[in-house]
């Protein structure tokens, strides 16, 4: 009988022997690759966890005994184990989400999944057991290698080795690899430990040698190997990273060996102290169509033949990422001060191809997007140009450095935002909806949002050849949209996409709005109601045509795919008020709040983001009619006021 539908809880564990756990996880394994291949998903990393999860939830007591995943998209068998069994609506509205979610269980702690805050969490709540007398429950962190390259996680153990007297277990998952190959100092240690021939081949025989003498001989065993990693050091100098930390090492341990995992974990529970697990895992374990993807292991996959791993469903058209890709490789090959960086996601941003041209020309700091800011300042004042390709979500972790060490210093760095907007299926933390409210604040800031590749390919071009101030090229997730022709192109650059009869609304299309905006000028003009719709090609800073065209229409839509709390309409607003225009200002956007996981389409048309709501809103405010009143001095139409209401 398969023992996977029996576990309902993790305390469903104890009662397996260790043969029956090893047939748990290669029937986890199987079921992985069949649910995935379905959905999509994060399917590598959680091959690589089996084992580690399973050792885990057998040794703690979720969720009395925390356990925080770092990032949650190794959280898969977590949910298994606790409870979670129907994966057939993975990542869809209804269904499970893709990473840790506290309205799922109580075994969900850290719903972020941005990785390196793991260790902040884990300190932050062992400190709170400890001053309220629950100092005996534990608090375990599964990080993975590639998170250990963040700011935070230092900053975490810097403040975890100050106080010994708590019981926190942090887990190393060390797979070599972040999204791709993991980089930097601390993976070249890693790796080190990782392919130490001595250190290993003495474990071995050390392990052998005390089990041959039964539980007592383990016991032995677990209680020598912290003396023996001081004279192993002096060979292989694997620990003395930890060591100067003050905080316990255990390992390198087998990551898909339950047993000694088991041993290990129980060792590391009974310590009393902050100690640190390191367990080596591999990526798509146990499934060859991942072990040979060597870009990323099937780090996140699309519905896949579960048989050869084949994709079954892929696009036909072009992506965002790729127009990026192939319009900076051509902008580099005429300007070698043009480098690029990014935050350990070389291939997700398109930055492969950059790499592969000019290979001494791109910098890989690891998930560090704080330092990758800063550094990029730097590399201005050097003289060259940085085009830092980072997911739009991932920006917000470096706003301080794009204000005080970028913007501040009038550096000539340019951001390529990847996957911003409403992203859907990963959920809250994914949705890249922040950055146009959070960094048109910055001063002397400007943010181009295009409409289609054409314009992504000018804007980009432009962003590089300022050299005094931060600027901003910001694309959605998928496929760029047929290009729509401009009727005219204004002095400013703005380009007039389509003008109706009557001046009633201007709307003012920020990047993936723009072909939405089109389709509604249109709707409106078949009941009377003349639109204008202006893509303005740098939403910030507030083009002087917008201001023009405002004081000539009845009414101004902005459409923006971010939260329009604090976004472009906003600003837009606040220019016009400026310049002593009246004409009234509707704001649409995504809602100041976090969106579950669902589709793209499903939250646009929660947020009323669709062409048949907007149209329908549109048409009650104008109503086909023209009412002439008093407008303010150096206008030109007139306004009725009824008109001036905000979403």
């Known amino acids: ?38 959905t999509g998903g994060h399917l590598g990393p959680n091959l690589g966890v089996v084992e580690l999860t399973i050792a885990l939830h057998r040794v703690f007591s979720s969720p009395d005994d925390p356990i925080i995943f770092d990032t949650g998209h190794q959280s898969y068998v977590h949910k298994l184990l606790t409870g979670r069994q129907d994966f057939s609506e993975l990542r869809s509205r209804g269904g499970l989400a893709g990473y840790p979610q506290r309205s799922e269980s109580v075994h969900d702690v850290v719903e972020s999944s941005h990785a390196s805050s793991s260790l902040s969490w884990a300190d932050g709540i062992s400190r709170a057991l400890t001053a309220t007398g629950r100092a005996d429950r534990h608090v375990v962190a599964v990080v993975g290698d590639g998170a250990l390259t963040g700011g935070m996680t230092w900053e975490a153990l810097n403040n975890i080795s100050d106080d010994n007297e708590r019981n926190l277990v942090i887990v190393v998952n060390d797979n070599g690899r972040s999204y791709a190959p993991t980089i930097g100092g601390m993976s070249r240690y890693l790796n080190r430990v990782r392919t130490a021939g001595m250190y290993r081949e003495m474990h071995r025989k050390s392990d052998r040698l005390f089990r041959a003498f039964g539980p007592l001989g383990r016991a032995v065993f677990r209680g020598v190997r912290g003396g023996t990693h001081g004279f192993l050091s002096r060979f292989a100098n694997n620990v003395a990273l930890y060591s100067n930390l003050d905080i316990k090492y255990l390992g390198p341990v087998d990551g898909h060996d339950v047993e000694a995992l088991i041993e290990t974990l129980r060792y590391a529970k009974d310590y009393g102290a902050p100690v640190i697990v390191h367990a080596i895992t591999e990526k798509g374990r146990g499934y060859q169509p991942a072990l040979d993807d060597v870009a990323d292991q099937f780090h996140a996959v699309g519905r896949i033949d579960p048989k050869t791993g084949g994709a079954l469903s892929s696009s036909s058209g072009t992506s965002w990422t790729s127009v990026f890709s192939d319009a900076l490789v051509e902008i580099g090959s005429r300007d070698d001060k043009v480098i690029a960086m990014t935050a ?8 492969a191809a950059f790499a592969e041209r000019f290979p001494d020309r791109v910098y890989d700091v690891g998930i560090a997007e704080q330092h990758a800011v800063a550094s990029a300042a730097g590399l201005a004042f050097g003289g060259l140009h940085p085009v830092v390709a980072i997911y739009a979500t991932f920006m917000n972790r470096a706003f301080d450095q794009v204000l005080m060490d970028v913007a501040l210093h009038r550096a000539g760095v340019t951001f390529v935002l ?13 949705n890249g909806v922040w950055d146009l409210a959070m960094l048109q604040m910055v001063p002397g800031i400007r943010i181009a949002a ?35 022709t401009a009727i005219e192109r204004l002095a400013d650059g703005t380009d007039v996409l389509a003008r109706g009869d009557e001046e009633d609304v201007l709307i003012v299309a920020i990047g993936a709005f723009a072909e939405v905006a089109v389709d509604i000028a249109a709707r409106l003009s078949a009941r009377g109601i003349g639109a204008t719709v202006i893509d303005p090609r740098w939403a910030v800073p ?7 065209l405002a004081a000539r229409h009845r009414l101004v839509i902005t459409l923006e795919d971010g939260i329009r709390v ?7 607003r606040q220019v016009l008020r400026e310049a002593g225009i009246d004409t009234g200002v509707d704001e649409l956007g995504v809602p100041d709040e976090f969106l579950q996981h669902a589709s793209r389409e499903q939250i646009l048309e929660d947020a009323g983001l ?9 048409v009650a405010q104008v109503g086909g009619t023209r009412i002439p ?15 001036t209401q905000k979403r």
């Open 450 to 484: 295009p409409r289609d590749a054409v314009r992504l390919s000018e804007c980009l071009a432009e962003a590089v050849a300022i050299d005094d101030a931060a600027t901003v090229i910001r694309y959605p997730k998928g496929d760029v949209p047929d290009p729509i």
């Open 344 to 351: 350990a996601m070389l291939r997700p941003t398109g930055l």
């Open 610 to 618: 669709t062409v048949d709501k907007i149209t329908a809103d549109i």
């Open 542 to 548: 507030v083009q002087s045509s917008v201001v023009s």
């Open 1 to 38: 009988m398969p023992i996977l539908p029996s576990i309902t809880g993790p305390r469903d564990l104890d009662r397996l022997s260790s043969g029956e756990l090893v047939e748990l996880a290669a029937e986890i394994r199987a079921f992985l690759v069949e649910n995935v291949a379905r």
């Open 566 to 572: 604090g976004g472009i309409g906003t600003r837009v």
């Open 629 to 643: 009143v008093a407008k303010a001095p150096g206008q030109t139409g007139a306004l009725d006021l009824s008109l």
């Open 418 to 430: 990847d996957r911003a907007g409403v992203t859907g299926p990963d959920g809250p933390s994914h």
